[in-house]
């Protein structure tokens, strides 16, 4: 195999998504496991969507999930510059080659003109395409509208007898007629190029060796086939990924629903669930495994492995995996990433011990990471409880379980697990008093709440001072 050279080149038209993260990651999985390049390049040409700051925000994302970018405009390369309006030049050069050559055309059609000609088309029944009419036009004619200054862009002149045959990595072989092409605008008006003439320009000056993208650039693969061959160019190998689908199978759109990467980020999943998550929509290890790292991911990842068929976006999954990481990867990178969430509750997380021990219970109990900081309120401060769970304070037996643990702590101290599992035991021997008549009032005055973790464990996060201060706060006086 020649060298592994691929590129992922998102529009800055906002955040990044989660069609476009599933397309960097893949570029880059396959990059690493074949010791080629993973390349970020802006295709920035459609200026009336440029999004300020999206740029930044793309790099930013990568970087922070780990995506390093080998080329790119934050770093650099050999075959720059990365950003597409920064290579105008480039793309004119070719357009004149393939206007000279007789292969392009100028079209002088208004925006008007063209939307009546969709719908006319669309009345009787016919493929919706650009008629031709401007291939028509004389030399002298088409001089005269330059000339008066009429607007123009350059459009592809395909073939209209010939059946397109080509070979997609995931799909095999795939033929298709060329009468179901557009004459597709290759340079706008306002002189910039559409994605079509600029991405197969780019791409072989990057000398890029396998284009990975979505589904809905299949249909656009004969006219970029098309000009390969006008250039004289070898066609890079065709990777066209399938469909991220919502659960009723309709497609995941970036504009209808909250699909940017970011926003799962600050919603609190882990980078780590969510490349996992992102790499298994579409693709499946031959021992349908499911859990990876990063770096497993690189050395098992093929394009072979790739289905067809669009892949369900599952939250519930999601959901699931990300607790496994909460779970499994180390407490103290768990609680770092927490630290936001218990800092926007006005948490105190100065004890370190103590943050480390409540983080650890709730992590064993929740999905995302803001729900760690909300089920650890409770080792920080007491809501104001409702009037029923005070009257079970307040009752004879709340108070007869309160006053004991404040008899029997300062005997019993220093506590340890063991300790305090002896100690609730001799509670409930003493008072005989059991289950939830015993354990509610408890934690009632410890947390603050009817259910919550193991008394021990309540016990060893509020450390003895709070727990003597809380119990006091719940006598009857």
Same mark, same amino acid.
């Given at each position: 195999?020649?060298?592994?050279?691929?590129?992922?080149?998102?529009?800055?038209?906002?955040?990044?998504?989660?069609?476009?993260?599933?397309? $960097?990651?893949?570029?880059?999985?396959?990059?690493?496991?074949?010791?080629?390049?993973?390349?970020?390049?802006?295709?920035?040409?459609?200026?009336?969507?440029?999004?300020?700051? $999206?740029?930044?925000?793309?790099?930013?994302?990568?970087?922070?999930?780990?995506?390093?970018?080998?080329?790119?405009?934050?770093?650099?390369?050999?075959?720059?510059?990365?950003?597409?309006?920064?290579?105008?030049?480039?793309?004119?050069?070719?357009?004149?080659?393939?206007?000279?050559?007789?292969?392009?055309?100028?079209?002088?059609?208004?925006?008007?003109?063209? +939307?009546?000609?969709?719908?006319?088309?669309? +009345?009787?029944?016919?493929?919706?395409?650009?008629?031709?009419?401007?291939?028509?036009?004389?030399? &002298?004619?088409?001089?005269?509208?330059?000339?008066?200054?009429?607007?123009?862009?350059?459009?592809?002149?395909?073939?209209?007898?010939?059946?397109?045959?080509?070979?997609?990595?995931?799909?095999?072989?795939?033929?298709?007629?060329?009468?179901?092409?557009?004459?597709?605008?290759? #340079?706008?008006?306002?002189?910039?190029?559409?994605?079509?003439?600029?991405?197969?320009?780019?791409?072989?000056?990057?000398?890029?060796?396998?284009?990975?993208?979505?589904?809905?650039?299949?249909?656009?693969?004969?006219?970029?086939?098309? @000009?390969?061959?006008?250039?004289?160019?070898?066609?890079?190998?065709?990777?066209?990924?399938?469909?991220?689908?919502?659960?009723?199978?309709?497609?995941?759109?970036?504009?209808?629903?909250?699909?940017?990467?970011?926003?799962?980020?600050?919603?609190?999943?882990?980078?780590?669930?969510?490349?996992?998550? /992102?790499?298994?929509?579409?693709?499946?290890? $031959?021992?349908?495994?499911? #859990?990876?790292?990063?770096?497993? @991911?690189?050395?098992?990842?093929?394009?072979?492995?790739?289905?067809?068929?669009?892949?369900?976006?599952?939250?519930?999954?999601?959901?699931?995996?990300?607790?496994?990481? @909460?779970?499994?990867?180390?407490?103290?990178?768990? $609680?770092?990433?927490?630290?936001?969430?218990?800092? &926007?509750?006005?948490?105190?997380?100065?004890?370190?011990?103590?943050? @480390?021990?409540?983080?650890? /219970?709730?992590?064993?109990?929740?999905?995302?990471?803001?729900?760690?900081?909300?089920?650890?309120?409770?080792?920080?401060?007491?809501?104001?409880?409702?009037?029923?769970?005070?009257? /079970? /304070?307040?009752? =004879?037996?709340?108070?007869?379980?309160?006053?004991?643990?404040?008899?029997?702590?300062?005997?019993?101290?220093?506590?340890?697990?063991?300790?305090?599992?002896?100690?609730?035991?001799?509670?409930? &021997?003493?008072?005989?008093?059991?289950?939830?008549?015993?354990?509610?009032?408890?934690?009632?005055?410890?947390?603050?709440?009817?259910?919550?973790?193991?008394?021990?464990?309540?016990?060893?996060?509020?450390? =003895?001072?709070?727990?003597?201060?809380?119990?006091?706060q719940a006598q009857r006086s």
């Open positions: 195999m020649p060298e592994v050279r691929v590129r992922f080149a998102p529009s800055p038209t906002g955040f990044l998504h989660i069609g476009g993260l599933r397309t $960097a990651l893949y570029d880059f999985l396959f990059a690493r496991k074949h010791n080629g390049k993973f390349i970020l390049r802006i295709e920035d040409t459609d200026r009336n969507r440029l999004v300020e700051g $999206a740029v930044e925000n793309l790099i930013s994302s990568l970087e922070r999930l780990g995506l390093h970018i080998d080329e790119g405009p934050s770093v650099g390369g050999d075959f720059g510059p990365y950003i597409q309006s920064e290579r105008l030049d480039l793309y004119h050069e070719h357009a004149r080659e393939l206007l000279d050559k007789g292969l392009a055309y100028r079209c002088f059609c208004s925006p008007e003109t063209l +939307e009546q000609m969709r719908l006319q088309q669309q +009345e009787r029944k016919e493929f919706v395409k650009y008629d031709r009419r401007c291939l028509a036009l004389t030399p &002298a004619e088409i001089e005269a509208n330059i000339q008066a200054g009429k607007p123009s862009v350059l459009r592809l002149a395909m073939p209209q007898e010939r059946k397109f045959r080509f070979f997609d990595q995931i799909r095999g072989e795939v033929e298709m007629d060329a009468s179901q092409s557009d004459d597709q605008v290759l #340079l706008k008006a306002d002189g910039f190029p559409t994605y079509h003439l600029a991405a197969v320009v780019d791409d072989h000056f990057m000398k890029i060796s396998h284009v990975i993208r979505g589904e809905e650039w299949l249909s656009s693969t004969p006219k970029h086939i098309y @000009l390969y061959e006008c250039f004289g160019w070898e066609s890079p190998v065709w990777v066209h990924l399938p469909l991220i689908l919502n659960p009723d199978r309709s497609k995941l759109s970036k504009r209808m629903n909250d699909v940017s990467v970011e926003s799962y980020l600050e919603k609190g999943y882990l980078k780590q669930a969510l490349l996992n998550f /992102i790499a298994l929509l579409g693709w499946h290890a $031959a021992d349908d495994r499911e #859990l990876y790292s990063l770096d497993e @991911l690189c050395e098992v990842f093929s394009l072979e492995r790739v289905s067809k068929s669009g892949a369900v976006f599952d939250l519930t999954k999601l959901n699931w995996m990300n607790a496994h990481y @909460l779970r499994d990867l180390p407490l103290e990178e768990i $609680a770092e990433e927490c630290k936001r969430y218990f800092d &926007a509750l006005a948490l105190d997380t100065s004890d370190e011990c103590k943050y @480390l021990k409540a983080v650890e /219970i709730a992590r064993q109990r929740v999905n995302l990471l803001p729900e760690i900081a909300e089920y650890c309120q409770m080792f920080y401060q007491i809501n104001p409880l409702c009037p029923e769970d005070e009257q /079970i /304070i307040q009752g =004879v037996e709340g108070q007869a379980v309160i006053n004991w643990f404040l008899q029997e702590i300062p005997q019993r101290f220093p506590l340890d697990t063991e300790k305090i599992t002896v100690m609730v035991n001799s509670a409930i &021997a003493d008072l005989n008093i059991k289950g939830k008549k015993f354990y509610t009032p408890l934690r009632l005055a410890l947390l603050g709440q009817a259910h919550g973790p193991d008394l021990p464990s309540s016990f060893d996060v509020l450390g =003895v001072e709070e727990v003597i201060i809380r119990l006091k």
